[in-house]
């Protein structure tokens, strides 16, 4: 079964940098995922699509501080220079309609 | 600009039926498959449904099927969704997204949602 896993929680400094993980279940590495942002109280905003090889496309004026990089099972979403509207809740998603649990992030 | 614009939500008892609407612009709308996603009130995003460019291909998720039927009218940018015999637990905000290409996979934009409340 396709799964989804991410923590449900991070934080990072204002201006650090933060590593978000969404890992695909046994039997699904090869599997592309799409990142997705939701700040408080807004709909979804789409960030990218994240290839298997760490190859990614960037939705329309997506920052160049949001980058994506993969290793095996692992999706990674990376935000370099936080601000403070960088704190929300970030979802993976893949083939079939299958969302991760979303990590909320806390920007100190 | 892409701009998807939902509508059709409000308060219904469990039992009725609804039907959303999604308007959509600023792209062209049968190049693309759609989705309808949901957001129950403090939890995470719910893939409800799917539909492929020319219909040809629709999903369900488990939570609907048998309940919901998703449709779209390309002469009129429209996706709509049916929603009928409602439970308390599809209270929640749907989103209708444009996917990034013609065969349901991924969307990359997003709705501002309509709120769907269950409840008698």
């Known amino acids: 079964q396709l799964v989804l896993t991410q923590s449900p929680s991070a934080s990072a400094s204002l201006g650090a940098s933060v590593k978000l993980t969404c890992t695909l279940s046994?039997?699904?590495?090869?599997?592309?995922i799409a990142w997705h942002q939701q700040q408080p109280e807004k709909g979804p905003r789409y960030l990218m699509k994240?290839?298997?090889?760490?190859?990614?496309s960037k939705g329309d004026g997506i920052p160049d501080r949001f980058s994506g990089s993969s290793s095996g099972a692992e999706r990674y979403l990376t935000i370099s220079s936080l601000q403070s509207e960088d704190e929300a809740d970030y979802y993976c998603?893949?083939?079939?309609?299958?969302f991760g649990g979303g990590t909320k992030l806390t920007v100190l | 600009e892409v701009q998807l614009v939902e509508s059709g939500g409000g308060l219904v008892q469990p039992g009725r039926s609804l039907r959303l609407s999604c308007a959509a612009s600023?792209?062209?709308?049968?190049?693309?498959?759609m989705h309808w996603v949901r957001q129950a009130p403090g939890k995470g995003l719910e893939w409800v449904s799917g539909?492929?460019?020319?219909?040809?291909?629709?999903g369900y998720a488990d939570s609907v099927k048998g309940r919901f039927t998703i449709s779209r009218d390309n002469a009129k940018n429209s996706l709509y969704l049916q929603m009928n015999s409602l439970r308390a637990e599809d209270t929640a905000l749907y989103y209708c997204?444009?996917?990034?290409?013609?065969?349901?996979?991924?969307?990359?934009?997003w709705g501002q949602g309509t709120l769907v409340t269950v409840s008698s």
């Open positions: 539909i492929s460019w020319n219909s040809g291909s629709i």
């Open positions: 994240l290839n298997s090889d760490g190859s990614h």
């Open positions: 046994s039997g699904h590495s090869s599997y592309a």
């Open positions: 998603q893949t083939w079939g309609g299958v």
């Open positions: 997204a444009k996917d990034i290409g013609p065969a349901a996979a991924l969307p990359n934009y």
């Open positions: 600023g792209f062209t709308f049968d190049d693309y498959a």
